[in-house]
Structures are given as structure tokens and as C-alpha cells.
């Protein structure tokens, strides 16, 4: 799961291996990802958003894997993180949220 967040805004991109390498780590295979979106639980919603808070940042790029059970177990988040290939794959509209706001239009 990458988790891009502009401004509050939270963009769920999906990434499900469908080769042993890729459900390994799935920069080994690029061939054997299946993309996709999904909603973010309120609980880890709520999560992130204090996350942001405590270090006063407007942009993340969220790190997760989520278990058989549902549960998102967090990895990392990379202030200056690529988001452009979720948006490519996936076509979340991120690149507009930036734009709204860099421009002070509330995303």
C-alpha cells in the first residue's frame, strides 16, 4: 500500500503481487503488480493525520502492508516521496491535489 497524503487529503494506491518475487518485495518484479485504489480505514486515517500533525507536514508518502486479516501495518513515510507512478497506475487524482494546494485552494 502506498498512501499519499496532500493537505489531509489521502490517496490509497494498492499493489498486489501476483508472482512470488513481487509478493516478496515488489520492486523485483514490476511485470507482476496488479494496481489499484482503496478507501483508508478511519482508524489509520486518524492515525496518519496525527502522524502529520506531530511533525507539521503537509506531504507524505506512506508505506504499508496490509495483512490477510485487514490490519495495515505501517512501514514508513518519506516526506519528499514519488507519488507520480501511483497516480499513473492508478489514476488518483494527485498531481491536482498539489496544485490545489500550492495555489491555497483547500484539497
Do not use: C
Request: proline content about 5%.
Amino acid at each position: 500500500m502506498r498512501l499519499v497524503v496532500v493537505d489531509g487529503a489521502m490517496f490509497a494506491g494498492t499493489l498486489v503481487g501476483t508472482s512470488e518475487k513481487a509478493r516478496t518485495d515488489w520492486r523485483t518484479d514490476y511485470e507482476a503488480i496488479e494496481y489499484g485504489t482503496t478507501t483508508v480505514p478511519a482508524k489509520v486515517a486518524a492515525a496518519v493525520r496525527r502522524f502529520m500533525a506531530s511533525y507539521g507536514i503537509v506531504f507524505g508518502s506512506f508505506d504499508f502492508a496490509v495483512t490477510p486479516e485487514d490490519e495495515w501495518v505501517f512501514f514508513e513515510n518519506n516526506p519528499a516521496g514519488t507519488w507520480s507512478w501511483v497516480e499513473n497506475r492508478t489514476g488518483l487524482p494527485i498531481a491536482a491535489a498539489h496544485a490545489d494546494y500550492l495555489q491555497g485552494t483547500p484539497v
